[in-house]
């Protein structure tokens, strides 16, 4: 039977009165391997085949904060949602799910890694889990601050610091909120840790198959796919979209080296930027928009990159523009004081600046200083730029020979090389959770949740035999 229902807004829900568990983790992946999706694809195949659970959505990544400097490498956490119907009691869940991580983690285990499991029988989007998950998208949220939801809602967890994200993590994604698809594509155990080979061109086709349901794919500009990680991670790739079904053909249509293990299509908060939340106060590791004044010349430094003075609600800060954020980097050069710019970003703390710094990931220039110039004036006969004739003698014209004695220096506004607009970098570097300009909201809602048939598959005997390029190729 259908479980879900339609919002106000179009899309398909689950319903408030509908009971289902909602299952988070976060911080099972370490330095040495593993990856918190690739667990949350095998945990949910198992639920489904040996415990005859039901999936109620697509298993939900959702990225938070990345201005948290001791974050895992992506700062995502991933929640299943099942039937009540499940034949395991929460605690049961826990107990194999910590198992299931311990068999996962194996010798890769890092004195970093804290794994989180938080499960909650009820509806998720309620006002305290809601709070909590938009403050671990902009700022800094403590361990305690999530146990005291936890239990004041009934909500078991385990100990580990993973909770944080974990709790963060089921809150959201709710009716309402924006999303996007990724389908990831696994790797056989025995290719981990080595180099990754994709075919350029076989990305481009794919691109051009699919158009503006995915996005992400590759850069054109440098004519590269983008859809390898480079670590010892599980993951072979990853597409994003819109569309679920167009994110299957890359199944098809992508070409490497080595045969797909395993793959999974998650329902994400990235590429939505619900993270850009307008803040007055600039606060260390907190990720938000900020309205600033240019108050200083672009100062470049080594490595191509920018670093710019401005005021922001009384507060001095510097605004980085990183030489990977292209074409921001290149904008801020064209900023002068008296701009009027709107930057979202993690604020850091630079150990060469006594002000924190904004690493900025978005760029909205609202209105350009006009600082007008004096210049000699134009003849009025020929149009050619006269001369002055000297103190209180007016101007002549060199051209035609035009001369007024009563003519003095005229004011005129010199045109900027940048207009206002919103600005991010190119695909390669673009953050997670930014959207791409083209991405119009709406087009963040148009599909309904309904999970394809088989959105996640393993062991799947695909092998790609096409041998490795060197255009574009990892």
């Keep these: 039977m259908n479980v879900f229902h339609k919002t106000s807004s179009g899309d ?13 983790l976060d911080d099972t992946d370490t330095p040495g391997g593993g990856c918190t999706t690739h667990l949350g694809a095998l945990l949910a195949t198992y639920l489904m085949k040996n415990e005859k659970c039901r999936l109620l959505d697509y298993p939900n990544l959702v990225r938070l904060n990345p201005g948290i400097p001791w974050k895992t490498r992506g700062n995502a956490s991933v929640v299943l949602r099942i039937d009540r119907s499940c034949n395991l009691s929460v605690e049961e869940l826990v107990e194999l799910i910590s198992s299931f991580i311990d068999s996962y983690q194996g010798n ?6 804290s794994p989180g499991i938080v499960i909650y029988n009820g509806y998720p989007w309620i006002n305290d889990l809601r709070g909590f998950y938009f403050r671990a998208l902009n700022d800094v949220v403590l361990l305690d601050d999530a146990r005291k939801i936890m239990d004041k809602h009934g909500i078991v967890y385990n100990n580990g610091r993973g909770v944080i994200g974990a709790l963060a993590g089921i809150a959201g994604l709710a009716p309402g909120d924006p999303y996007t698809f990724e389908l990831l594509a696994y790797r056989d155990p025995k290719y981990w840790g080595e180099k990754r080979y994709i075919d350029y061109q076989s990305v481009f086709k794919y691109d051009m198959l699919t158009g503006e349901l995915t996005f992400s794919s590759i850069d054109p500009e440098r004519r590269k796919q983008i859809i390898t990680p480079h670590g010892p991670d599980p993951v072979y790739f990853g597409v994003r979209g819109i569309e679920p079904g167009k994110l299957l053909l890359a199944l098809e249509t992508i070409k490497g080296n080595e045969p797909i293990h395993g793959w ?5 908060n990235q590429a939505t930027s619900i993270h ?33 003075e401005a005021e922001c609600h009384n507060t001095i800060v510097n605004l980085a523009f990183y030489r990977e954020t292209y074409p921001l980097n290149k904008i801020a050069t064209m900023l ?139």
């Design 12 to 24: 398909t829900f689950l319903p408030r009165t509908q009971s289902f568990l909602n299952i988070g």
């Design 108 to 113: 890769c285990k890092h004195r970093n890694s």
């Design 264 to 268: 999974c299509i998650y329902r994400t």
């Design 276 to 308: 850009e939340k307008t803040t007055t106060t600039p606060r260390y590791h907190r990720t938000s928009k900020y309205k600033c004044t240019v108050s200083g010349n672009p100062q470049k430094i080594p490595g191509g990159h920018i670093i710019l």
């Design 336 to 474: 002068q004081p008296g701009d009027q710019i709107t930057v979202t970003g993690p604020v850091k703390q630079r150990s060469t600046s006594v002000y924190p710094t904004i690493t900025v990931e978005v760029l909205y220039v609202e209105e350009l200083a006009t600082k007008p110039v004096e210049v000699a004036p134009r003849c009025p006969k020929c149009g050619a730029r006269m001369k002055s004739k000297g103190i209180d003698k007016g101007y002549a014209c060199p051209k035609c020979g035009y001369y007024d004695r009563t003519a003095t220096k005229i004011h005129v506004v010199i045109p900027r090389d940048i207009v206002p607009g919103r600005y991010t970098p190119t695909p390669m570097h673009i953050a997670h959770l930014v959207s791409p300009n083209w991405l119009h909201p709406l087009m963040l809602k148009k599909f309904p949740l309904f999970p394809v048939n088989g959105f996640c598959g393993h062991s799947i005997n695909s092998p790609v035999n096409n041998p490795p390029v060197s255009n574009g190729s990892h």
